[in-house]
């Protein structure tokens, strides 16, 4: 859950609209001339949408602590631009059975403060997550590991375990003897012990965050280091924390960064007509949608669920009234980027068609029958509850005017603070009769998109399950998709679970937005990640293929 991103699954506490006195206070770095293979010098790059809480990869649960960390720490095995999986650490690895990988690492490869690494690192890295905010990283699949020498270590899994290369990849590695911060006490929130082409050198609440080139870093020194220099192409970079979106985008409209990582739909056609940016996309791992108290009231009802389903103008909204065509509707929870065999047109289209696509005729139909079986009197009120995101404040405001001008429904939008928010959707949601406005970042599997969300295992507070819906059918079907190997077979089972959803309506999947981020001409080459918590890994990411020309 989250406003913009997180490394894996879970919740983002970034809040992208309050305001804070640093949001307007810009001053322009001394930028020299650059290029690829380091000639960069000090370079306001981009922007955090809120001050980051922690630099320790295990304890960050927002969106921007997850921003700065990415550019320091590197995990075993990564996923590219497209969302393949890549080599990082680990130069190679092998599935030898259903429940047991053996991962060869990269020798001469250099933390921060100097130390190799090793295995020893890796097995603690690993187990380092345990019991911290993100133990979900390692506990679906984690029993043991064995150190079969300094650059060898094999990973026993629980159980069979098909997602485990994606929940891998958010394993970040660090030093064996590196505290946990499930103890409570962590040094890594005032130096960096990563392997990334960045290190930690400063952080100002409510200013800024600095990381500087690491000079050891390990790429130049591999053997299939390719087109891509062996250094990072900035001296330091800057990350400015201006919270207000409206004053991200006059920050780079006057110079003052080189990069926004959430530019608003309706500022697109802005960007696009700016000679001196470049608007980056690329689709999200993301969807937006709206969650039923499938417990309470009149909600219990699959037709009243259904009947508001198909009322919703999606069209309009990925349209002129809120995205700019930025975004792509959905029937289902998996984003178009996932690719086949877990999206194709036709059968989103079908589930579209079928069971929750906009048509007035059939809502109309739903809703009398659901009225008349419930016993309601229309208008009905409710209302959405939602946070203080101006997106999602936008498009909350349009489903609620579309059902208002009904008979049937008189819908507020209830706007939160971010931290209310969370309280309320972890905890008393399931038992009041509101409807929540949510969107979901998921990782580079279609787990992701749908376990912790509706599996019956994962109400609230423990889990994500937000609406306390159960299907045992469903149920078995994750199970199966997760203890089983082969895209074509999960594909077919992840279908079928989109479809139940469908036909069950526990909640609306609405869109799938595209990542947008703006670069001044100072850069090319820029790519942007379909995760947000890896907005700046297009900066220097040469084993997942990536690596920016600066020059100012």
């Known amino acids: 859950m989250t406003n913009e991103g997180r490394p894996t699954r879970g919740i983002s506490r970034r809040n992208v609209l309050k305001t804070s006195a ?20 000090s370079v306001d790059f981009g922007t955090l949408g809120a001050n980051a809480s922690t630099f320790d990869p295990a304890a960050s649960a927002d969106a921007s602590s997850s921003n ?21 650490l680990a130069s190679d690895w092998e599935q030898v059975d259903d429940t047991t990988f053996r991962f060869t690492l990269r020798e001469g490869v250099q933390f921060h403060n100097g130390d190799e690494m090793t295995a020893e690192d890796v097995q603690h890295s690993i187990e380092r997550y345990q019991g911290t905010v993100n133990t979900a990283v390692v506990a679906s699949w984690y029993d043991s590991s064995e150190i079969l020498g300094d650059y060898e270590i094999r990973l026993n ?28 006490d962590t040094p890594l929130d005032d130096e960096s012990r990563g392997t990334g082409p960045f290190q930690y050198e400063s952080w100002s609440q409510d200013d800024r965050f600095v990381a500087t080139r690491f000079d050891n870093y390990w790429w130049g020194d591999v053997n299939d280091a390719g087109d891509f220099s062996g250094e990072a192409p900035l001296d330091e970079v800057n990350l400015r924390v201006v919270v207000d979106p409206s004053a991200q985008f006059n920050a780079i409209q006057a110079g003052d960064v080189n990069a926004i990582n959430s530019v608003p739909p309706m500022d697109v056609p802005s960007v696009e007509d700016d000679d001196n940016l470049t608007l980056n996309r690329n689709d999200g791992i993301t969807y937006d949608f709206l969650i039923y108290p499938v417990n309470q009231g009149p909600f219990q009802n699959e037709k009243l669920r259904r009947g508001i389903t198909r009322m919703i103008p999606r069209d309009d909204i990925v349209g002129d009234a809120v995205y700019n065509d930025t975004a792509r509707k959905s029937g289902t929870p998996y984003p178009p980027i996932l690719g086949e065999p877990y999206w194709d047109e036709e059968f989103e289209q079908r589930i579209l068609d079928e069971y929750v696509g906009e048509d007035t005729e059939a809502a109309t139909t739903l809703l009398d ?54 309280n309320f959707i972890t905890g008393p949601a399931a038992e009041t009769s509101d409807i ?40 078995s079907l994750m199970q199966e998709g997760q203890t089983t190997f082969g895209a074509d077979q999960r594909g077919s089972i992840y279908k079928d679970i989109a479809e139940i959803l469908a036909q069950d309506v526990p909640v609306t999947f609405l869109w799938h937005g595209q990542r947008l981020m703006a670069t001044r001409d100072a850069i090319s080459d820029f790519q942007v990640h379909p995760s947000a918590s890896a ?12 690596e920016i020309e600066y020059d100012d």
């Open 157 to 184: 899994l629980s159980r069979p375990y098909a997602p485990f290369l994606a929940d891998l990849s958010g394993v970040l590695i660090v030093p064996a003897g590196t505290t946990s911060p499930a103890d409570g």
């Open 436 to 475: 929540v406005a949510l969107g979901w970042t998921a990782s580079a599997d279609p787990d992701s998109f749908v376990y912790q969300l509706f599996s019956s295992d994962q109400f609230t507070p423990n889990g994500y399950n937000i609406n306390h819906y159960s299907n045992e059918e469903l149920d």
């Open 535 to 546: 907005d700046y890994s297009g900066i220097y990411s040469p084993a997942l293929g990536q």
């Open 22 to 41: 640093a949001a307007g206070a810009f001053g322009l770095a001394g930028c020299v001339d650059g290029g690829g293979g380091g000639g960069g010098g």
């Open 369 to 422: 029958e659901a009225f008349s079986e419930e016993g309601i009197e229309a208008p009905y009120q409710t209302e959405i509850r939602t946070n203080e995101h101006p997106v999602r404040q936008r498009w909350c405001e349009v489903i609620a005017n579309t059902l208002s001008e009904t008979e049937y429904f008189d819908v507020s939008v209830n706007v939160m603070e971010w931290s209310s928010y969370v």
């Open 68 to 88: 700065c960390i990415d550019l320091m720490y590197e995990p075993l095995v990564g996923f590219d631009f497209d969302l393949n999986p890549q080599p990082v």
